[in-house]
């Protein structure tokens, strides 16, 4: 007898292949059968009208401190994501030597905007080699299956000391030698890549450019053939991909033999540059190096609200006397206070942070239960504020007012230079892109896309008037695709041998919650939190995680190596 029998979804099983009706059974934690014809289960679920998936396997995310004290590691895990991969874009939290954990946060927090206090309280650092991470996180049950990736800059600061946090120094042939051995070492431990930025978008908290940004090529090298000695890993790179990076990073691939995955977006500056890159791909394919790019399924969403970390008002005078205020001593000041909305609205000021978010506002959108991540770009809420003869400060002050002091504004930072989400179609349907642009557990006060597998669904499988994309491909690309692409043979796809890690989805109903600030990280600290509706069931080797869209508290999740 199974031990859980799913009958009659519609299931979409990961390959891409055309739906089908049929029952799954799960025995053991893994998929025993697919047909028509199974022999009853210790449980059944009817899945009539459901959509039966693969879990989703999440490539791109930051959970490296959550998940030391988060067993959960929401919002992923209530968007029907089974696997999450951590250690991306170079930062992470190991190896590092004793006492010197500062960096290392500073990095995170300047990078992937977690803050700094949240992680100094919230992760111990009980560990020294990369290893030993592994270790405790797998001594933590999860919700989720977690794999590991080396960061560049963790080992850069280890092997380097202080020397290692500064861009322009090289390391000596030892200590190419060193890191590498230390990779290798870690990759045989069971991470599943290395990391590294080469992004100028990248800064620590302290404003230095990431360490790893100009690693010159014998370092490169070095850690590209400790990667060809362990057989084994994924080279990870956020690059800015000027003139000449193509090269030095396709070089790095080939010297490891390791397949190459590149974080893609749309900048605003260079609109066409993501094409040369996906382009680049397509070359090294045809060499018959194994590379692909990592993509999102819309605009990355700067959320403004009066609680998020940035919003028109978050470097006036007038607000930051309110810093000690908790936020509805804040809004119920705003709400009584005339002349402190006065000041606010009328008295400008030349800050950086001011300066920014004017600058934003042109393509800044006005966010609500509507959801819409693809706003039409003469509804900014400049021309919107104008229309109503306001100026854009007293408009944006209402809005951000609106419902009780929860009101929000989205703007599309990345991936939505023009003016619609045609480019990320073009991005998500070239058979080089899988979904990797989520960033759960990153920039936790001011973006919150950790919700993109859902959207994948909702959005681009349903809701989109022009362009909707089928199912079987939105799910590929978050499944047997991201599995793929870090050689996760054991999942990713329904059929009988791999893992039971399965949704079962109600297609007409699946669908984002609105954003809302909670304040549940180490010592209070806030995060945007974005639930889903529609995930009935969520399994993970065969335990249920989900239910109704609410986690059952089981944490079968383990550390994948
Ligand atoms: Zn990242």
Redesign the pocket.
Known sequence: MHDLVIRQGTVIDGTGRDRRHADIAVTGGLISAIGNDIEPGRRELDANGMIVTPGFVDI???YDGQATWDAQLAPSSLHGVTTAVIG??G?GFAPVKPGTSDFLINLMEG??DIPGTVLAEGVRFNWESFSEYMGALEAIPHALDIGTQVPHTALRFYVMGERGALHDEIPTASEIGRMGDLLEEALNAGALGFTT?RTTKHRAKDGRLVPSLSAREPELAGLALAMKRAGRGVLEV?SDFGPGEFETMEEAAALAGRPLSC?LVQVRQHPRLWRETMDWIHAMRARGMAASAQVASRGIGVMMALETTLHPFAGHPAWLEMAHLSPAERYARLKADGDLRRRLVQERYDDPVSRSVEEMLPRTFRFGSDLNYEPDPTANVVAEAAAAGKSVWAYTLELLMAEGGKGMLMHPIENYADDSLDTVREMLTDEAAVMG?A?GG?HVGIICDASQPTFMLSYWGRERQRGRLPLELLVRKQTLDTAACYGLTDRGVLSPGKKADINIIDPENINLRLPEVIYDLPTGGKRIMQKAIGYRHTFVSGVETLRNDTPTGALPGRLVR
């Open positions: 791109h995310t930051h991306n874009c930062v990078i992937e930025s956020n974080l642009v960033d990153a």
